[in-house]
Each structure stands twice: as C-alpha cells, then as structure tokens.
C-alpha cells in the first residue's frame, strides 16, 4: 500500500511515458500496431503507474487533471487491447459477442476493474459532461477521430480537446457541409451521442459550426435550417496500409 501511494503522490502529470508509446507507434493518425506489440514495455508500465493511484488521490487532482488522465487511460487500454489480439481487421473482430471488446473488465483504475465500455459510459460522460472527449476517445477504427501522437494533459487539455474537434471535422469523409443542399454530413458519432452536443448547443448544426473550416462555417449560416445527415463508419483498424 505505501508503494501506491507513493506512486500516486509523484503521478507524472505530464504522462510523459505515454508521450514516449505514442511517439514512437502513431504517425498521422495511424497506429503501428506490430511495433508496439514487439514492444510494449512502456505501455504497459505507463497503465500499472495508473492503476496504482488511489482514489483518495485521484479526488484531489484538478479536473483537467483527471479528465486528461482517463482520456488517455482509454486510449491507452484500447492500445493494450488490439495489440493482445493483433493481427486483426476490426476491433469488432475481438470476442464472439457484438461490443464484446469493449465489455471486458480489462480497465484498472482507483481501485476498481472495469470495462472500456463503463469507463467511456459511466465515468467519463457521466462524471465530466464533456462533449469534446468524444474526439478525444478513440476506438482503434479508421472512423474514429485521430489519435494524436501525444498525451492529453491537464495544463493544455481544452487547447487539445478544441483542436481534436477541429481535425475531426475537418475529415471530408467523415463530416462536411455541402452548401448546395443545404446538408450537413456527420459522422455517426454524432447519432450515438447525439443528446451530448445538443444538451449545449440546442442541435448538432449548431454544435459543429463554431470549428467546421472557415469555407464551411461561413457558409453555414443558419444552423436552424440545415439537414443533418450521417455517413458512413469505417471499423477497419487505424493502422497503416501495408503494401
């Protein structure tokens, strides 16, 4: 017990040791998964640091703090997670039952073991009511937001979490807005979360137009009366293309 604490009272807020796996397997949004697997040393020591804060301490870090540290947590669990499995085309490739990769109790932390699932569900949507992280989270699919080649931390988060929204719909095949029509194309993560953005901004147009690319938040001029439509979701893995 006094390792843990001692663990969590020196937490490196930085997650420099995260900064280190990310930097080394992600380029361009995509994830090197076989050169992880080879080596996966830091991950792992980067997800026991994690699970040996106390709650207690947990509780009394900012919540910026707190945020950025359980936005990583996901990510770098859903990391550990292809890689116990890889190769494969599809996170939805693990397990026999739908959603069964993210039903798991494979997620350590403040003393519990949970899923990736109740993580995203029950803490982290629940606790922070952040639309935002849903850029942020990423589910190791080609349709998912980028993952970003560095940590999320708590002195720059909302910088990175705006940034993260921006890059998101800035992706053509995932969200525009086509003028001509009147239509506002939207990745489905828009559809499964859609009371999330709407609880603060009232609809998803209205949500979206403050970081679409200038062309297109100038030309979306009245949010009230676009059409919002959802494309299509791509669950390939987010690695590279292998020639």
């Known amino acids: 017990m006094a390792v843990q604490t001692q663990a969590a009272g ?7 040791r ?9 380029k361009d949004a ?6 992880l697997k080879a080596a996966p040393t830091e991950l792992d020591a980067y997800l026991k640091e994690i699970a040996a804060v106390p709650a207690v301490e947990f509780a009394r870090w900012s919540e910026a703090d707190r945020l950025a540290l359980l ?11 292809i890689i116990d499995h890889h190769p494969l085309k599809s996170i939805r490739s693990i397990g026999t ?3 069964a990769a ?3 109790l494979i997620v350590r932390h ?35 937001p980028p993952l970003r080649s560095e940590p999320y931390v708590g002195t720059r988060l909302h910088e990175q979490l705006d940034d993260q929204t921006r890059r998101f719909l800035a992706s053509a095949e995932k969200n525009r807005f086509d003028p001509a029509a009147n239509t506002l194309h939207l990745s489905p993560i828009f559809k499964w979360y859609g009371a999330d953005f709407t609880a603060t901004a009232g609809s998803l147009a209205a949500y979206v137009q403050p970081f679409l690319p200038d062309s297109q938040r100038q ?7 676009v059409e919002v439509r959802f494309t299509d979701y791509d669950w390939a893995l987010n690695e590279p293309t292998r020639p």
Not at 219 to 225: R, S
């Open 10 to 16: 020196t937490f490196d807020q930085n997650h420099d």
């Open 18 to 26: 995260f900064a280190r796996v990310l930097a080394a397997s992600v």
């Open 30 to 35: 995509r994830v090197d998964y076989a050169k």
């Open 71 to 81: 936005i990583n947590l996901y990510n770098a669990q859903t990391l550990r997670l």
């Open 97 to 99: 039952l739908p959603g």
């Open 102 to 104: 993210w039903r798991g």
């Open 110 to 144: 403040g003393g519990q073991i949970m899923s990736l699932d109740h993580l995203e569900n029950k803490v982290i949507r629940v606790d922070y009511r952040e639309p935002r992280i849903h850029f942020a989270l990423v589910c190791a699919a080609v349709g998912c």
């Open 219 to 225: 030309a979306l001029a009245d949010p009230a009366k």
